[in-house]
């Protein structure tokens, strides 16, 4: 249960709000930011221009910093020796894992590693290994479409990912064989009770938050 605002509560929001840091005054009255926030929107008190954004560590308009011009400087140490040198061989990563390597992703694909292109974020060096199968068959997949597996079919057994459990579908017929009314009617109106219970949830919240004197 939330906690009630009192005047005095209110008085030291309108007071210091606008011109002191949120965190510091959240601390101050036992509260969080975002009831904070919410209590000076209901209040009409607005934050002074000036605090609206951090200036603290920033260099004023015109000032020259130090090291203007010293491109690369560095002030000693072991920052050249740890730095990362330009070609850099990537198999000497603590965490490399060789092309041809397998993983099974978040989602539970297996994928495979096909490249070490430095140019690809390390996701992208990743292919599911039913899209290889498939395109070892058939090429490319077209243009808006995707490799998934057949009904009831799925696997990450990297033995048991053939080319007869898979298919290629185009993205529009994929969302439609995932949209709830395509899987089970029951779940279907179980996901619209969910939505409607959701927002009659989120009225009465709001509704009792404005009431709060």
């Known amino acids: 249960m939330s906690k009630l605002w009192t005047a005095e509560d209110d008085r030291i929001l309108r007071a210091l709000y606008p011109a002191t840091p949120t965190h510091e005054l959240a601390a101050q ?10 209590r000076a929107h209901n209040l009409g008190v607005l934050k002074a ?3 609206r954004q951090s200036n603290r560590g920033c260099f004023p308009a015109g000032n020259k910093p130090w090291n203007a011009g010293l491109k690369g400087w560095t002030s000693g140490g072991r920052s050249a020796e740890t730095r990362f ?10 965490n490399y894992l060789p092309i041809g390597s397998l993983r099974i992703c978040h989602d539970g694909r297996l994928e495979r590693k096909v490249t070490d292109d ?6 992208r060096r990743w292919t599911a290994v039913s899209r290889l199968v498939w395109e070892a068959a058939h090429g490319p997949v077209p243009a808006k479409h995707i490799v998934v597996f057949k009904p009831g079919m799925a696997t990450a057994v990297l033995e048991q990912i053939t080319l007869d459990r898979l298919e290629c579908i185009s993205r529009k017929e994929n969302a439609h ?13 179980l996901v619209q009770l969910k939505g409607a219970i959701t927002r009659q949830v989120n009225r009465i919240v709001k509704q009792s938050q404005e009431a709060t004197p």
């Open 49 to 51: 221009v000036v605090h």
């Open 85 to 94: 040198k330009p070609g850099r061989d990537p198999s000497l990563a603590r």
């Open 177 to 189: 064989r995932n949209h709830p009314r395509s899987r089970h009617p029951e779940y279907a109106r």
């Open 118 to 123: 430095p140019c690809l974020s390390p996701a």
């Open 29 to 38: 009255l036992g509260r969080t930011q975002n009831a904070l926030h919410r």
